[in-house]
């Protein structure tokens, strides 16, 4: 089993920054990919961005692309998603979610993820 907790949601205006941080326990050699989804009140949960644990390789939603970073530090555990020039539209609530293995073609999936984190609420005012 593996063990997620989010963290750094919290409300900035538009235009603005925060950093998310998720990390991993319990068995977290098995995962094979980290990724980041978010839910909006009254939308479907939706892929931001993901990273290949080793090698690192990342991958980004059009709408995150050029504005948001997914990083990794292995020897802690965790993954990061900085979050740069923050839209009112990017408000909803920000999953961690990880992947023992998928190809890339589902990458984007949440169905093909394994563990999930609880969730941390992002907020960004006009």
């Known amino acids: 089993q593996v063990q997620l907790v989010e963290s750094g949601g919290g409300l900035v205006q538009a235009g603005g920054s925060l950093r998310l941080s998720c990390a991993a326990s319990g068995r977290p050699f098995s995962i094979y990919t980290m990724g980041w989804f978010r839910q909006a009140p009254g939308k479907e949960r939706e892929f931001v961005a993901a990273?290949?644990?080793?090698?690192?390789?990342?991958y980004y939603a059009d709408s995150a692309e050029g504005r948001f970073s997914i990083s990794r530090d292995n020897a802690k555990n965790t993954v990061y998603l900085q979050m740069n020039s923050l839209k009112p539209e990017d408000t909803a609530v920000y999953y961690c979610?990880?992947?023992?293995?998928?190809?890339?073609?589902?990458?984007?999936?949440?169905?093909?993820?394994?563990?999930w984190g609880q969730g941390t609420q992002v907020t960004v005012s006009s």
């Open positions: 979610a990880a992947d023992r293995y998928s190809p890339l073609a589902f990458i984007r999936d949440d169905h093909r993820y394994d563990y």
């Open positions: 990273i290949r644990l080793s090698g690192g390789s990342t």
